[in-house]
């Protein structure tokens, strides 16, 4: 079975400076037989991630949020994995990483410029737009 765990991370909130404190979220993958042994493979990785890596320093607590299963994925179509949506501007940079490994950890500073996501200083590229849509008349009542 493919499981995916989703988690949530808070590091430094014993910081007085809003700056200073952290949170964010992550996701892993595993090939595991159960459930149970996924999340041992889970545990394993961040625990190699906080001693190999900069990621989770300082004072930092991990909730796992969800534990996703799947015997297969969908050969004809993408299907959405999870989906944030956060009330609000945002003000704060943020470090992403992708796919980290014990060579690289791939991550990068993103930010927000003109209302525009900027990811190392760079303005990402618009992938698809949409205009407001206007209800019709049957879904207006």
């Given at each position: ?5 989703l ?5 430094n909130q014993?910081?007085?400076k809003e700056e200073d404190?952290?949170?964010g ?6 090939y595991?037989?159960?459930?149970e042994?996924a ?6 990785r961040?625990?190699?991630y906080?001693?190999?890596?900069q ?6 607590k991990?909730?796992l949020?969800q534990?996703?299963?799947f ?18 501007d ?6 992403s ?7 690289n950890?791939y991550?990068s500073?993103?930010?927000w410029r003109?209302n525009?996501?900027?990811?190392d200083?760079?303005s990402?590229q ?7 849509r ?5 879904e207006?009542?």
């Amino acid at each position: 079975m493919i499981f995916v765990g989703l988690f949530t991370h808070v590091t430094n909130q014993e910081q007085t400076k809003e700056e200073d404190r952290r949170h964010g979220e992550f996701s892993l993958m595993a090939y595991a037989e159960t459930p149970e042994q996924a999340v041992q493979m889970f545990r394993k990785r961040i625990v190699e991630y906080r001693n190999d890596q900069q990621f989770f320093e300082g004072a930092c607590k991990i909730f796992l949020t969800q534990l996703l299963e799947f015997d297969r994925l969908p050969q004809n179509h993408a299907f959405m994995l999870n989906f944030k949506s956060v009330a609000g501007d945002p003000i704060m940079p943020f470090i992403s990483c992708t796919v980290p490994t014990d060579q690289n950890d791939y991550c990068s500073i993103h930010d927000w410029r003109d209302n525009q996501p900027a990811v190392d200083g760079k303005s990402e590229q618009l992938f698809v737009a949409f205009k407001e849509r206007l209800p019709s008349t049957e879904e207006a009542k």
